[in-house]
Every structure is written in C-alpha cells, then in structure tokens.
C-alpha cells in the first residue's frame, strides 16, 4: 500500500540529504555529493531568504519561495527531509531509544501547543532580524546550528579519523592520502555549539521534534502554512479504531486519535503514523473545504494575536534594543592601541554592516577556508553580530589568489568574486609599529612581513648599519594579513592589518612589459 | 699553398689537435690553468644561453653525472622551494621541468626512491600544485611528500651553532644515508637581500619565526652546520631581480638563462649572489658561512667551469 511506503521514502530522502550537508560542511568533496550539496545550500529556508536581500534577485535566491509552495501544498516536508537539523534530532531520538528498552510507547498526543512561546520567539527573531540585528537568528536558525555543530564538533572528528587512518598508511610508505590540518576554533566557540547540540538533542531525545515546534523560528514560518496546505493527513473516521499507535510514534506529538485531529501546524510530515497503523486509519490526501474551514478557524487562536503583538512592541522598542547592541572594537588589544584594531570581515562582504546583516554564523566558510583564516568571533560585531566569524591573523593569512569563501556562503554576506575582482579587493589596511620591529630591538635583520607581502604593500629599506627596515604602503595593502601573521614578535606583532569598515578597491598588479631578457654575454664571476 | 698543401696541413694539424685534446689536455694539471678540471673535478658549474633541460643536463655532464652523487638504491630527498601559491611563469618558485627532469635523472642514476618536500609559505597545497613542482615530480615517478604538520619534524641539536643551537627538522633529512640535493631558485629577496642555496633550507624546518626573531643570518649559517645538501642545483633561468621573495608580476624577473651546479654550498651562492650583482662577502649570511668554515665564498680560488650554450 503506497502511504506505507512514504516513510522510507521520508527517511531515506533525509538521510541522503543529511549527508550531503554534512559533506559540505566537514570538507569532504565527492562529486554528486557536492552537486546535491550545492542544490540544498540554495533551498535552505532563512539562509534562501537572506540571500534574497543581500543579492536581491537571482534564481538561485528563490529557494524559500519554493519551500513555502511546497508546504502550502504538501505540509511541512521540508522539516522532515530537507532540513539537516531535523535529520540530526531524528538520529538523535533513534540513538536515545536503544537505551529505552522495553518501552513501546514512545510519545503521546500533547495538547498543548506552546503557540504564545512560539510566536513570542519568531516575532523577536524576525524583529531584530529587520533592524540588521543577527543575534536571535544566529542562535536559532536550524541551518546555522547545524552548521555550528558539524564544523565545531563533527568536522574534528572525521579529520582525527582521516589522519589516524592517513598515519597509518604513511608508516607502511603509502602517501596516497593527504593529512588535514587540524585546527580547533576557539574554546568559546566550542562550548556554544557544545550548548546548541545539548539543547537539541536532549529535547529530541525527550520529546522529539519539540524542538521545530516550539523554538525554531524556520518551524514557526512554515506551520502558519501547513496549517493551509492542501495535501494533508487526516483520520479516516470509518477505520481508526482508537488503538494510539500512531501517537506512540508521532515525533511532533500533534496526532489526537481521541479527537481524530491532526494540529496541522505541527505535522512534520514524518509519515511515521502510516507504518503504525495497521488498520488505514489515516490519509495522507487533498483536503476538502470543510474541514480546512473547520481548521483555520480552530487555529487562529492566541498564538498569532501574540506574534502580531509582540512584532509591533519590538518594532516599537527597537531603537533600545539597537543602542545596547553597539559594540564594535578592538578584540585583543596587546600592544596595539585599544580600539585601533577593527574585525576583519571575509573579502566580497563589501562592508562590515552588509556582514554583520547578512550572516547567519553557518561557518561554512570557516570550514571551506583552506588556510583556515576565517575563525568564529563571539561579540567582536557586538551583539548584532553574535558569533560571526572574522579574519585571525594570528592563526593564518588569506591567500591572496583563492576564492573559496565567496564560493560556498549560502546567504550572500559573501559575494561570489572572481580571482581578479578578489585580488583587488581591500578588506584592511596595514599598520606598522616601529617600535616593536625585530629589527629596531634586536638589530638584525628579519623581514618576515615583507616576504610574505603579495602585493608589496610592505617593503624592505635600507635603514641604519647595512640592514633592511619595513615600509608600508597602506595603499596597495588589500589586507590578506600575511605581515602580521608572519611576524615574529609573538605575542604583540609589530605589523598587523586593521579591518575597512567599507572594504577598498587596490590597484591590480599587470605584468607590464613581463621578464626583461639579460644583456650580459657572460658570467660576472 | 696550393688546395693539396692546405688540405694536407689542416688534415694533420686536426690531427695533432684531436690526439692533443684526448690525451695530455685531459691530463690534470696540464692544460688548462686551474689545477683540477674535466668532468666531475669542478668546484662549481655554471650554464648559461639554453633552455632549462639544456642547461641542466649540460652541467651534470660537466659535474661528472647524477652517477656521482647518487648510488644504486638509494633514497634521494629533493627540497625544491615550492613555497609560494604563484604559477610556474613567476618563477618564485623551482622551475616544474627541471624540477622533472632531476626526479628522472635520479631514477636513471639508480636512485631507489626519489622524495621531495618543502615547508611551504602559502598554503601548502595550493603552492605544491599551483607551482607545478608537484606534478613534475610526480609525473616523473617521484614522491611530493607532505610538511605542513609538525608530526613530520624532529627536533634535533646542532653542535657549534651560535644562535640556532636546536632545531625541528624534517625527518627524512635525518637519515644521512640518504641523498640530499638542494634545488633553489635564484631570488632578490627583501631583508636577506638574495635567496639561493643556504636561505632555501628554511623550508626544511618547522620554526621559521625563530629564525627571524634570533638573528636571521646567524642561523642561516648555523643550519649548514646540521647538514649541508650533497649537490646544489640553482635555477638561474628567470630571476626574480626585485621585490623577492614572492614577486608581484612577471615585470620583476630576467631571463638569465643559467643553471649553477656545485656540491658547495656557499661557491654556489656567491655565484648566485654577484649574479644578482652583489658582492657575496656583503651579504651577511654568506659572509658568516665563511667565517665559520662552511665552505667557499672565494670564486677566485675555485674552478669553476663556465659554459655558454
């Protein structure tokens, strides 16, 4: 019978999904896997949105109005298969019940459907989100925490696996396999994600998908429109003989066989409830006028009259909220004067306001880098900015020829660039502090700076005797950080690169007439 | 002089000529003025006017074949510098065909296995692949080892260095039954003014802050005393002649068309360095080698073997 049937299909469209996000996001690239990949980054529903306002139009933009059609039509199948976090509470609620033996009932009809804590949270989420405010969204957003999770938690992981397994061939002389760099982000970062993780799978484990229906403001969106979705579950009166195996299984808890209704709201579209009915005693079909009137008219209810209040209180009280969350500056100040050193934001995100509007701290780019630059911040772009990466130089340095970041970010906070737009783009601006140069303290030469300069924004002079003193030009610099990340005098550098608010346009370096031919017919010595 | 006689003369004096050449011209110390010359007896080699293949198998002819240097079986570990994410035409890095065509040399000398690493600047990676040398390598049967974690490094002492008295040196370096041929390419360079042979062994060490921060000459020149490379071959084909070490664009290289070969060290860089028209005694890592007995900055006193192609 086909409605039997769908909960494989569910399960194994999820799986296949989850997977390919998952690669995505640990760096491993396989080819239709990244191809799959790619297709999800562009349907997941708030990155689609933002990416919409940032780039505003392309089709690729479009993905959150083909989830809202999809769930106007068939429900919330996005959260059941589309949606990487929900795949991972599933995993999670199938691991906890092997430690549940024994108990055969798994979940039950909850009739309380938390709509005022619900739509109290989307209406905040979605009101700071307005004044450029990412703090709830980065917090909340199922993409962005999966995110959070795979490349804080699961990407260590499978690169501590590659290398135990790459050593190991590399001890019987067999160089097939490349060791990855292992570079764990800050313990800050770390625990948040730790925290995030926590939070989700106890809930799941607990309560299934409590989670979408309560806190995810993706969630939230999406059962306004399952509410008015035509194709949908519903008892069969005739069949269903009130025996609660649908209940047991439903991970939303929003099936009330007592009733027969289905809080189409919080129907995630599992399809759990046909393989546990062996009576047909539901459907999965067009639903008829009557009882979608019946519906709509049930659920209009606290809920919405709360999410329209609390959206127009916040729009009210906005302006506080902003003041507050002004708090841009310098993260370690050292030796550099305090509030010299601004955050470094990503080449292609144009300025640090467009970033900061546009970020949902995914850390895809984080994982993507491959010098590993790109490192989370906590408040570095205050509160708005709420675990959004920035540029360490401490740790590494763009690589002036790469373009990797601009590639995979899914809400547009990055813009795509070619290498030649990149190559002459001006995320910041080099600062030199004489004073606390190798070669002014020590008196001998070094010029890590210098070497390390792609554009020769820092040069080597003469200075006093016979040896060589850094030059900055601020003007060719495009703020790569290489200067700082190679200077020696650890740990206040003597070079380092202060972030452009608004990101610069530096000169391309042409080759001129190219390699000049040598005059000489022989050798000098 | 009829056509008969002229003929009959430059018959005999080509003769006499050849005869010459083949016996006491050969003989050391009897032609011509340095006292050691001939294939394999030279302090230094040095090629110029041909393309890279030319050049290079022209100098290991007169260096007496990679047959010298490279016995059956053995391990030869290559360190190219391939330290900089730029393709082959910026030649900041080792030019891919030699690079290639040294892999093969060694294979034909009899070389078991032929390793080649370098710790890069930019990301590892992109400089193997982006410079070409790991394909060359590779393509001629070789092996691009991995450095970029510091597992692959050991940390070793260094017995009469001044500053760099320990250092993390890559493992392979450390079985000295191995072959080690150092493979530069020559460079301006911003604060040690010049990169050849002795600044292209950073890249075998884990730490290069140290370095920059305790007297960057000095350990330079305190490295050599770890260990010197067997053979020095320098690419001098295009040369980077300002904003060294990375380069910006093709406009700060000169085709120089050359290739120096020489087992020391110091002979081959002060080579290098008046190519870059300096005088080796003012670069101060070259002068420190000499003062402590690295081997030969005086080019007056070497035979040197000058061909022009």
């Known amino acids: ?525 | 002089m009829n056509r008969r006689q002229f003929i009959q003369k430059s018959v005999i004096l080509s003769a006499l000529g050849s005869l010459y050449a083949s016996t006491i011209g050969k003989i050391p110390g009897f032609a011509a003025s340095p006292a050691s010359s001939g294939p394999g007896l030279y302090d230094l080699v040095a090629v110029r006017g041909g393309e890279p293949l030319e050049l290079y198998r022209r100098a290991m002819e007169e260096m007496g074949g990679m047959e010298r240097y490279v016995k059956q079986g053995q391990t030869v570990i290559l360190k190219p510098n391939a330290s900089w994410d730029t393709p082959p035409e910026r030649a900041a890095n080792t030019n891919p065909d030699l690079m290639g065509a040294i892999v093969e040399d060694c294979f034909r000398a009899g070389a078991g296995r032929v390793l080649a690493f370098d710790n890069t600047c930019d990301n590892w990676e992109r400089s193997y692949e982006n410079s070409g040398v790991a394909g060359a390598v590779r393509r001629a049967g070789g092996q691009m080892l991995h450095a970029h974690l510091e597992r692959y490094y050991k940390e070793v002492s260094i017995p009469g260095a001044k500053r760099l008295k320990t250092a993390q040196v890559y493992e392979h370096l450390l079985d000295k039954d191995n072959v080690f041929i150092n493979i530069p390419v020559l460079k301006h360079h911003g604060s040690t003014t010049i990169t050849i042979a002795m600044k292209n062994l950073m890249g075998v060490v884990w730490d290069r802050r140290f370095w920059h921060r305790n007297d960057l000459h000095q350990c330079i020149a305190d490295f050599c005393l770890f260990r010197k490379p067997d053979l020095n071959i320098v690419d001098a084909y295009l040369v980077m002649t300002q904003n060294g070490p990375r380069g910006t664009s093709t406009a700060d290289l000169t085709r120089m068309r050359s290739i120096l070969v020489s087992s020391d060290i110091l002979a081959v860089d002060a080579a290098g360095a008046s190519m870059l028209n300096h005088e080796p005694a003012d670069i101060a890592h070259l002068r420190i080698g000499q003062e402590m007995n690295i081997g030969n900055l005086n080019l007056s006193q070497l035979n040197i073997r000058r061909v022009s192609l």
């Open chain 1, 1 to 525: 019978m086909g409605l039997y049937h769908l909960k494989k299909i569910r399960t194994g469209l999820s799986l296949l999904f989850f997977a390919a996000l998952l690669f995505v996001f640990i760096g491993i690239e396989t080819g239709p896997f990244r191809a799959l990949g790619d297709v999800l980054l562009r349907l997941q529903f708030f990155p689609s949105i933002i990416r919409f306002v940032a780039i505003f139009f392309s089709v690729w933009t479009l993905g959150f109005l083909l989830i809202l059609a999809l769930t106007f039509l068939f429900g919330r199948i996005y959260c059941s298969s589309v949606c990487p976090l929900g795949t991972l509470q599933d995993i999670v609620t199938r691991i906890a019940r092997l430690f549940r033996r024994g108990k055969k009932r798994r979940f039950s009809f909850s009739s309380n459907r938390k709509m005022i804590l619900r739509y109290s949270i989307l209406a905040a989420t979605i009101i700071l989100w307005i004044f450029g405010n990412m703090f709830l969204v980065n917090l909340l957003d199922p993409f962005s925490n999966f995110g959070k999770i795979s490349v804080s938690l699961f990407q260590p992981l499978y690169i501590w696996i590659h290398n135990s397994f790459t050593f190991l061939l590399e001890g019987f002389d067999i160089y097939m396999l490349r060791p990855l760099s292992m570079h764990a982000l800050p313990w800050d970062v770390i625990l948040v994600s730790v925290a995030v993780f926590l939070v989700v799978a106890v809930m799941a484990a607990w309560r299934g998908r409590l989670f979408c229906n309560t806190i995810c403001p993706v969630g939230s969106i999406l059962a306004l429109a399952a509410d008015r979705s035509l194709f949908r579950i519903t008892f069969r009166d005739e069949a269903c003989t009130f025996c609660k195996r649908c209940e047991f299984v439903c991970k939303a808890e929003c099936l009330d066989s007592m009733n027969k209704q289905v809080d189409q709201g919080r129907c995630i579209n599992c399809f759990n409830c046909f393989t546990a009915c062996p009576k047909g005693g539901l459907t999965y079909a067009l639903a008829s006028k009557k009882t979608q009137e019946e519906h709509t008219a049930s659920t209009s209810d606290a809920g919405k009259r709360t999410f329209l209040l609390t959206l127009a209180s916040g729009v009210l009280s906005m302006p506080l909220l902003k003041m507050r969350s002004y708090g841009q500056g310098a993260s370690k100040p050292g030796m550099i004067p305090v509030g010299e050193q601004q955050p470094v934001t990503p080449p292609g995100s144009i300025s640090r306001s467009h970033f900061t509007n546009h970020c949902i701290a995914c850390y895809l780019c984080v994982s993507a880098c491959p010098t590993k630059v790109i490192v989370p911040a906590f408040f570095d772009y205050g509160l708005q900015g709420f675990m959004q990466p920035k540029l360490d130089f401490h740790r590494s340095f763009c690589n002036y020829d790469c373009t990797r970041c601009t590639e995979v970010c899914p809400t547009g906070a990055i813009t795509k660039q070619s290498e030649e737009e990149k190559k002459q783009i001006r995320i910041g601006e080099v600062r030199f502090l004489v004073e606390s140069c190798v070669v002014t303290v020590d008196r001998t030469d070094c010029g890590a700076c210098s070497e390390h300069c792609p554009t020769k924004a820092v040069q080597m002079v003469p200075w006093e005797d016979g040896l060589f003193i850094p030059e900055i030009y601020p003007e060719l610099c495009v703020g790569c950080g290489a200067c700082e990340y190679a200077c020696p005098t650890e740990p206040y550098k003597a070079i380092y690169v202060s972030g452009l608010p608004v990101h610069g346009k530096a000169p391309l370096i042409d080759d001129g007439e190219g390699p000049r031919e040598d005059d000489t017919d022989d050798f000098p010595f």
